[in-house]
């Protein structure tokens, strides 16, 4: 199977981090339980009044997290070994995809890397990104935790699968990847 993964929330169990480094540099005292879904989203910094100019502090507080707290969910690595070829489209910086990708060993798996704001493309939703590695590599599925992961597959007829949060754009839904063969039996028919 030919698969097209998201890094944060798909890959990498990222956003406690990302949540966190939004409430430092908001400078307010904030639930992370509501921050997680506008963060997702992308209303945190409008909702909460921080001025867009501070995704810089956010990148560099993010940043000062430690690898090892943004742990690879269970069995992941067992898909990614499993599958022809993996791809990957994230809206991080190339250093940081980059830095993560080989701490937790992973960039070996991956054919291509996209960072859409360094590499010249739209960033998600807008299919571009996922054109240009069709065209390419034949995908068959493409994984995310967001809408944003799934709706630019959805457009260019590539079958989805939401992990860890139902979506309306998902083809398919886990919770867990020991449930993935469910996916690829269905697929083989």
């Not at 991956?110 to 493309?121: A, H, L, N, S, T």
């Amino acid at each position: 199977m030919n698969v097209l993964w998201d890094l944060d929330g798909t890959i990498l169990d990222a956003w406690p981090t990302l949540v966190q480094s939004f409430i430092q540099i908001s400078g307010k005292n904030l639930d992370p339980n509501e921050v997680l879904p506008l963060l997702k989203n992308g209303n945190a910094f409008e909702k909460y009044g921080v001025p867009s100019e501070k995704i810089i502090d956010f990148r560099k507080t993010e940043r000062t997290f430690r690898h090892e707290e943004k742990p690879l969910f269970p069995y992941v690595r067992d898909i990614l070994e499993q599958n022809n070829i993996n791809v990957l489209v994230t809206h991080r910086n190339r250093q940081s995809t980059e830095e993560l990708l080989d701490y937790w060993n992973l960039a070996p798996y991956f054919e291509e890397v996209i960072c859409p704001e360094f590499d010249g493309f739209f960033l998600k939703p807008h299919p571009e990104s996922y054109e240009y590695l069709h065209r390419r590599y034949q995908i068959d599925l493409a994984i995310g935790d967001q809408d944003t992961d799934l709706i630019p597959a959805r457009k260019i007829g590539i079958s989805t699968c939401a992990f860890r949060n139902p979506n309306p754009y998902a083809d398919y839904a886990i919770d867990c990847y020991s449930k993935f063969e469910t996916i690829t039996c269905k697929d083989r028919g």
